[in-house]
Every structure is written in structure tokens, then in C-alpha cells.
């Protein structure tokens, strides 16, 4: 959504780049390009004028005059000003003293409360709750028996006594709710209203009387993410004529602008709490400000990648794969291993959104975005299509065996050797990463070799013929050489990385890009 946005700040901060002192002029034109960059993106423009200024007035001053590099300066002072329009620290939810809690959905009709509803539910119950969704939208056709598809879907409970379609008292369900919460126990009600084409009294009033009929703890307001500038107008209407504590933006995925959506904390008073970025019902997190800004300014999202990972991956399990990667070179690990952690990958979410997280992606965004997600089921058809002896010795595939291969999976013989060969290639990179040597090509990773020529090279390094004869220099070496030992001795934490690295700092090689092909 924020791609056309990303791109124009990508390109104004690299005019930047490589001028050891900024003048008026420049900042003037900085300035000048941020601001049509956030009108394009459809940013209200009271949110733009208070932006620009607060950059300016910050770039103006001693933290970029004085700075050792002003370009990165003002880099970090936009970041900042966005997590602020964004709506500063990430706000979680209020829960009840005694449960349960209230959370009712407010919104315009077509916002996708009911989906989220859903989303909301499947997501509590990952924390440990119990939820249950009560549908008190009985007016828009087939409402009810949406909500109590989509609880199923979620494994979540429903409440809907009244069949919908236009019969039954919203309000009267609602009260109802909550005692039968109380009684099977759910510990959170999401009570999802019903919503309109536009605003009007009657949706106040109905909105205003299941408010007072609950007295929710949390009334979030559920806003499409691509509806533009009237997104911020609705918001508001909502916020004076029935309240909300809280903010939901609902297909973040979409191919819209999204200007609106950043616009919503700043002119509403309100923080974004959720995001919802697509179909699955998995594909709902809480919003992080920080996280998103980061995002837009193309730095990536590892906090929330490594997350995904912690929820998808053992600690044993990441233990046991680093240490077969680090032993023997690597040939502990085989093609089973490789087959296991792909559909472990998998269920963290969509390939293309995983890589999108990883800093630098802007740079390969096409090829990211045309990556065919099914080439993940056709390597795992080919490696179910080998013998356990195969799948354990991969050397022993000759050309009958690849032939018999590709005829069960379905594929081209020449399919099958590239993946044979793209697996050695991908286990002897892992390994490496896994022994702490870094990735070849790596800025700010141990024992970096700067470049694919270098990897083979690199063990001759360690032979003490490089050594400085300045002692200063000869020192770092030293306390360098001694960080690398310490990371190769380190556990691998739940992405299987060497203790020592630092998953912000990872930036996509170019040989990790042809295993993207």
C-alpha cells in the first residue's frame, strides 16, 4: 500500500547521500520533496503542514549541523516525525478487571468488521483467551450467518440468537451477551455492529445504544485502509458522535494510496491498534508504529519477522538444525531437513510478506512481488518424490534417478537437478552462517567477505599472513577475530542465526537472490 510512498522517499534521501554538510538549500529541497511525496500518498494535508514543519525546524538545528553524517541525520529525524503522526507508542488493549471484556466494532458497512471480528478473535485466543463473537448486525442481509462462519473458521465461539436479515433487536442481543459469556465462560465479547453506506442518525443511534447497553471496555473503530481522504472524515464523525478508543485498519494489502490511513492517529486523537493486511484470517497483528515507519522508509521489519518466527519455530528445533548446519560442514543437514524447515517458513505467512520485512527489499520489490508462492509446493513435491536413501545422500541422484524423480513430482528433469544443486549451494551458505561467518556479501555481519568472489578465499584470511604491522590496527583485528569466535559459539535463537548477529542490521545478499528465482 505505502510502495508509491517508499519509493519517493527512497529517492529523495539519496540525493542526500555523500554530502558532508547540508545546507539551507537542501533541507528547503528535502522538504519540498517529503511534502509532494506524502500529498501524492494522500496524506490529509494538516497532517502534512505539521510534518514538514517539525523536519524542518529539527533539520535547521545542531543535531544535523553538528552531526558526523547529516544525510543519515535527517533520515533518523523524518523516521521519528512518522512513528509520531503514526501515533507515537504501540497502544494494546484494555482489559476488563472482571471479565468479561467488551470490545464492540464500529465502522461503516464494507469496512470489514465482520472478517475482523474473526481476526480479532483468532488472534486473542493465540494470547490464552477465550472469545466469543456476537453478532448484532441484523440488518445487512446475511450478516449473521457470515459471523458464525467466520467464528467456526477461527475456532472461536458465537452468539446469535436473532436470525438477522433485518428481524431482531440489536441492543436486546447485546445485553443478552453478556451474561452468556459470563456463563460459558468466554472471557471477551467482540460485539460486531452493524454499519452504513455513509454516516446517519439512525447508524449513531444504534451505534450510541449498544455503547450504553455494554459499556465497552474498547470500541474500535474499524476503517478501510483504501477508502482515501473520507476515511479521515468518518473517523472523526464516529469519534464525535459515538466515541472510540481505538483505531483498526482493514485491508492494508490493498494497491490504494493509504495516505489516509497514516493521516487517521494525528487528526483523530486516536492510535492505530490493529492492522489487517490481507485474506487469512492469520493475516492480523498489532500495529506498531516504529515497525510501520520503518517499513515505509524501506529499513524493514525484522522485530515483527522474528516474532513470526518465535511463534512458528522451537527453540529445540532452531538448536538441533544450527547444530547439524554447524557440523561437518553442514553435511548433517539433508534434504529432509531442508523439506522441514520450508514448511515451517510456510506457516509463518506468504513468502513475499516475509522477504518484504527484511531491509533493502525496495531494491527487489518487483522480483519479490512476482515471486510465484507455489514453487515452494513443486520443491516439496520433488524432494517426497526421492527415496529416504536420496533425500539423506543427495550425491547418489544420477540421471535415471533424477528422471524417475521428475516423473513422479510432475516437473522437468532439469527442475530437479536445479534444485539438487541450488540445496548444496543454500547448505553450504548456511552452514557458513551457522560456523559465524556471516553471509559473504553481508555489511555489519561477522567475517563479511564483501562479495561472492571472496567466500572460497575467506578461510585463507585466518592464517595470520593479513596480519598489520600497525598495532592499533592490529588490535581491532584481534577484538574482531575474537567476536567471531564468540558468535560461532552461541546458540541460534529461534531464526537459527549465530548469537552474535544482529537480526536489524541483515540485508539481502545477491546470493540469496537467485534462491528467489
Not at 503514526?86 to 494494546?92: A, I, K, N, Q
Not at 476515511?231 to 494489502?253: H, I, P, Q, Y
Not at 531494491?363 to 512481488?369: A, F, L, R, S
Not at 561467518?437 to 585466518?462: E, S, W
Amino acid at each position: 500500500m505505502f510502495d508509491t510512498l517508499s519509493d519517493r522517499l527512497a529517492a529523495t534521501f539519496k540525493n542526500l547521500r555523500g554530502k558532508g554538510r547540508l545546507s539551507e538549500a537542501d533541507i528547503d529541497a528535502t522538504a519540498r520533496e517529503i511534502r509532494i511525496a506524502l500529498l501524492e500518498a494522500d496524506v490529509a494535508l494538516p497532517v502534512v503542514r505539521a510534518f514538514i514543519k517539525q523536519v524542518k525546524e529539527r533539520a535547521a538545528g545542531a543535531e544535523v549541523s553538528q552531526a558526523l553524517n547529516p544525510a543519515q541525520q535527517v533520515i533518523k529525524i523524518v523516521n521519528e516525525e512518522l512513528v509520531g503522526i503514526l501515533g507515537g507508542e504501540t497502544r494494546r488493549l484494555r482489559f476488563a478487571k472482571q471479565p468479561p471484556t467488551v470490545i464492540m466494532l464500529a465502522g461503516l458497512q464494507g469496512a470489514g468488521k465482520t472478517t475482523l471480528a474473526g481476526k480479532l478473535g483468532k488472534w486473542l485466543q493465540s494470547q490464552g483467551h477465550t472469545p466469543v463473537l456476537v453478532a448484532c448486525d441484523l440488518q445487512r442481509p446475511n450478516a449473521v450467518n457470515q459471523l458464525s462462519v467466520v467464528a467456526e473458521r477461527a475456532g472461536v465461539g458465537v452468539y446469535a440468537p436473532q436470525p438477522g436479515n433485518g428481524v431482531g433487536d440489536p441492543v436486546q442481543v447485546a445485553k443478552d451477551s453478556i451474561e452468556y459469556a459470563k456463563q460459558k465462560l468466554h472471557d471477551v465479547v467482540i460485539v460486531d455492529t452493524a454499519g452504513r453506506l455513509g454516516i446517519d442518525q439512525e447508524l449513531m443511534q444504534q451505534a450510541a445504544d449498544i455503547r450504553d447497553a455494554v459499556s465497552p471496555d474498547e470500541i474500535l473503530f474499524v476503517v478501510d485502509a483504501m477508502v482515501g481522504q473520507d476515511a479521515v472524515n468518518t473517523a472523526e464523525a464516529f469519534r464525535d458522535g459515538v466515541g472510540f478508543d481505538g483505531v483498526v485498519l482493514s485491508k492494508l494489502d490493498g494497491d490504494a494510496r493509504g495516505g489516509a490511513a497514516l493521516s487517521i492517529a494525528h487528526v483523530t486523537g486516536r492510535q492505530i491498534m490493529f492492522a489487517s493486511n490481507g485474506e487469512k484470517l492469520d493475516d492480523f497483528d498489532a500495529f506498531h508504529p516504529d515497525r510501520m515507519a520503518s517499513r515505509i522508509l524501506g529499513m524493514g521489519d525484522m522485530l515483527t519477522l522474528i516474532e513470526k518466527a518465535e511463534q512458528t519455530f522451537s527453540q529445540q528445533e532452531a538448536e538441533q538444525m544450527a547444530s547439524k548446519l554447524a557440523s561437518s560442514k553442514g553435511k548433517d543437514f539433508t534434504l529432509d531437513d531442508f523439506l522441514a524447515q520450508m514448511e515451517q517458513v510456510r506457516k509463518m505467512g506468504s513468502i513475499s510478506k516475509l522477504l518484504g520485512m527484511l531491509p533493502g527489499m525496495g531494491q527487489i520489490k518487483d522480483q519479490i512481488n512476482n515471486l510465484d508462492e507455489r514453487d515452494v509446493d513443486r520443491t516439496a513435491a520433488i524432494i517426497k518424490s526421492m527415496t529416504p536413501g536420496e533425500r539423506q545422500d543427495p550425491t547418489i541422484i544420477n540421471g535415471s534417478r533424477r528422471a524417475r524423480i521428475a516423473k513422479g513430482s510432475g516437473v522437468e528433469v532439469s527442475a530437479v537437478k536445479g534444485l539438487v544443486e541450488r540445496f548444496f549451494e543454500a547448505r553450504k551458505m548456511m552452514s557458513r552462517m551457522a560456523q559465524g561467518g556471516g553471509m559473504p556479501g553481508m555489511p555489519g555481519m561477522p567475517g563479511t567477505g564483501g562479495g561472492a568472489g571472496r567466500t572460497k578465499k575467506a578461510p585463507k584470511k585466518a592464517k595470520g599472513k593479513q596480519r598489520s604491522g600497525n598495532p592499533m590496527k592490529r588490535k581491532q583485528q584481534e577484538q574482531e577475530a575474537a567476536a567471531r569466535r564468540e558468535a560461532a559459539s552461541q546458540a541460534g535463537g529461534a531464526l537459527g542465526l549465530p548469537g552474535g548477529q544482529q537480526p536489524q542490521d541483515f540485508e539481502l545478499p545477491d546470493e540469496f537472490k537467485k534462491f528467489m528465482g
